[in-house]
């Protein structure tokens, strides 16, 4: 069963325009994280964030925001004045221990284009 | 301070052989993780290891296997090459054994089976 689900596959957007990312989740546990990484062209996967079960506070880094609300198992990333810069997959990420150790269960990303 | 390294960066298989990839995590990182992503997907996971031992193992046949080195550095292997296996293949560091640890990424390996 899909335990992350990036709902947008393909996003299309002009520079300068905001632009958020959905994530949705499904865990039985009550203290897990989730993760947000970028896959830039080059392949790496770049870290963004991190957030715990009981850490409901919004975040903001720069032009990146993140919303995370447990009532609806989301954690959304938000992209402000978007650059071409930020032309990328996207991927969310929840951590939660099983037997198969601490793995990192992917969505299958969103690759986000910004053109000028 | 150098991230997760990873070698080599491309290689080109026939069907049938064996690979060898090889992974250095982050200098004090304990825990290497391996993930397979196959175009257009996410990484899924393959393999955790911990201090030496394996900590968690996804679902992948038993033609994957792996191994840490006393040192940290890992290498994934996998025996009889199928079409199927072309792939990025990703090692990730972390620090410790928690789902809390955020695992770093190295730049992967790019596999091309033919």
């Known amino acids: 069963a899909q335990k992350v689900t990036q709902a947008q596959t393909e996003i299309s957007v002009v520079e300068k325009e905001d632009v958020t990312l959905d994530c949705v989740y499904e865990?039985?546990?009550?203290?897990?994280?989730l993760f947000w990484y970028k896959q830039p062209p080059s392949g790496e996967l770049v870290f963004l964030i991190r957030?715990?079960?009981?850490?409901?506070q919004n975040e903001i880094s720069g032009r990146y925001s993140w919303n995370f609300q447990k009532s609806t198992s989301s954690f959304n990333f938000t992209i402000t004045a978007s650059q071409v810069v930020d032309s990328a997959v996207y991927f969310c990420?929840?951590?939660?221990?099983?037997?198969?150790?601490?793995?990192?269960?992917f969505g299958k990303g969103t690759s986000l284009l910004v053109t000028p | 301070d150098a991230g997760v390294t990873q070698s080599p960066t491309h290689l080109i298989k026939t069907r049938g052989q064996h690979v060898t990839l090889r992974c250095s995590p982050i200098?004090?990182?304990?825990?290497v993780s391996w993930y397979q992503q196959v175009l257009g997907q996410g990484p899924q996971f393959i393999f955790q290891?911990?201090?030496?031992?394996?900590?968690g193992r996804g679902n992948f046949p038993d033609r994957f296997s792996a191994r840490q080195f006393p040192n940290y550095s890992s290498e994934l292997n996998v025996n009889a090459l199928l079409l199927g296996d072309s792939a990025l293949y990703l090692c990730?560091?972390?620090?410790?054994?928690?789902?809390?640890?955020?695992?770093?990424f190295g730049p992967g390996t790019r596999l091309t089976v033919l």
């Open positions: 990730a560091s972390s620090y410790d054994l928690d789902s809390a640890d955020t695992q770093y």
């Open positions: 865990t039985r546990d009550t203290t897990y994280y």
């Open positions: 957030r715990n079960s009981f850490d409901e």
């Open positions: 990420a929840l951590s939660e221990y099983s037997n198969s150790g601490y793995a990192l269960n």
């Open positions: 200098s004090g990182h304990k825990s």
């Open positions: 290891y911990y201090e030496k031992e394996e900590r």
